[in-house]
Nanobody, 121 residues
Framework: QVQLVESGGGLVQPGGSLRLSCAASGSISNIYTMRWYRQAPGNQRELVAHITSGGTTNYAESVKGRFTISRDNAKNTVYLQMNSLKPEDTAVYYC???????????????WGQGTQVTVSA
């Protein structure tokens, strides 16, 4: 069994900051690319950022310069540092990871349950 659990969401004022965490647990051999997505009510889910096992990052244009994705491989955890938050950042944020399982070594994408981020005065 592999699980991804997000934490760190909440209510923040415009211009404020939050740091999201997503920890993977279970019978894991390797974790490759890890990603953050977000989805607001009535909107499609969008990719916010990703980070490869080698540390290469990519960001959606809407968050470039404001958000930073990072990972701690010893903790099987990916983070999303969100600065200069805007109301349009309000969404449920989901983590996603390409995980190679033990003992089969099968690789597939796993999803977390989501954490709510609300940016409002």
């Amino acid at each position: 069994q592999v699980q991804l659990v997000e934490s760190g969401g909440g209510l923040v004022q415009p211009g404020g900051s939050l740091r999201l965490s997503c920890a993977a647990s279970g019978s894991i051999s390797n974790i490759y690319t890890m990603r953050w997505y977000r989805q607001a009510p009535g909107n499609q889910r969008e990719l916010v950022a990703h980070i490869t096992s080698g540390g290469t990052t990519n960001y959606a244009e809407s968050v470039k310069g404001r958000f930073t994705i990072s990972r701690d491989n010893a903790k099987n955890t990916v983070y999303l540092q969100m600065n200069s938050l805007k109301p349009e950042d309000t969404a449920v944020y989901y983590c996603n990871a390409d995980v190679q399982k033990l003992p089969t070594l099968r690789m597939r994408a796993y999803w977390g349950q989501g954490t709510q981020v609300t940016v409002s005065a």
